[in-house]
């Protein structure tokens, strides 16, 4: 079964503390962080003290920390002191994804490999060993609460046929606009990870501070 990755921009900031405790209580393991720059996506979001906040509330969570970013190899080491668990990278900044994970993999320990809707789906073969992640956008990335794209999940199809026969797998997470409607398209297609934003932390506009646990289950279909 799937794991639900709750992105925390969609998170009330002014409770974000008593919010992630809570959703730790719900059964959540893994968060995941959007960092923006402005330049690579057109939004900022927030730098390495947010998930040096975060590692504090929920020291025991697997940060996923997405990289947005058009130098992030610059900020690296920042992030990873800040305590994310993951650094993951956009395919669209390097014509060599595998040297960048590898640079990156050396000072964060783990890194992932994001790909835009519109990027093809190549290179990630080489990664084998290097990257343990691949991130496939499906919206474009800048701003919640966008429309699924439904075509991107031909790419998810392609990394779970190129799993079955790997050596060391890939996880295969998606982001952006999963729904209790679109979940099963994603689900069924073969990802491992749901990242969920607005659906897991608002309810008809407003923040959720509790009830996770319904919310889980409507991703999942349980």
């Known amino acids: 079964m799937p794991k639900v990755a709750p992105s925390i921009l969609s998170a009330d900031f002014t409770r974000l503390?008593?919010?992630?405790?809570?959703?730790?209580?719900?059964?959540?393991?893994?968060?995941?962080?959007?960092?923006?720059?402005?330049?690579?996506?057109?939004?900022?979001?927030?730098?390495?003290?947010?998930?040096?906040?975060?590692?504090?509330?929920?020291?025991?969570?697997?940060?996923n920390t997405h990289l947005m970013i058009k130098e992030p190899l610059r900020?690296?080491?920042?992030?990873?002191?800040?305590?994310?668990?993951?650094?993951?990278v956009h395919r669209e900044i390097t014509d060599d994804p595998a040297r960048l994970c590898s640079e990156v993999k050396a000072i964060s320990g783990k890194v992932g490999l994001s790909y835009n809707p519109e990027t093809p789906i190549d290179g990630f073969e080489e990664l084998e060993g290097i990257a343990d992640m691949i991130l496939i956008m499906s919206v474009h990335p800048g701003f919640g609460g966008q429309k699924f794209i439904q075509e991107v999940l031909t790419k998810v199809k392609k990394i779970v046929k190129f799993n079955q026969s790997a050596r060391e797998k890939f996880t295969i997470s998606i982001d952006g606009g999963i729904n209790p409607e679109t979940a099963p398209l994603a689900i069924e297609a073969g990802v491992d990870n749901l990242v969920a934003g607005n659906a897991f932390f608002k309810n008809k506009g407003e923040y959720r501070t509790s009830g996770f646990e319904q919310v889980i289950s409507s991703l999942l279909g349980k």
Request: proline share 3%.
């Open 17 to 63: 503390g008593e919010v992630l405790r809570e959703v730790e209580k719900a059964g959540i393991d893994t968060l995941h962080l959007d960092v923006m720059d402005g330049h690579f996506v057109p939004n900022i979001s927030f730098g390495a003290l947010i998930v040096d906040a975060v590692r504090r509330c929920v020291p025991g969570m697997e940060l």
């Open 75 to 88: 900020y690296a080491e920042q992030f990873t002191k800040a305590g994310a668990s993951r650094l993951v």
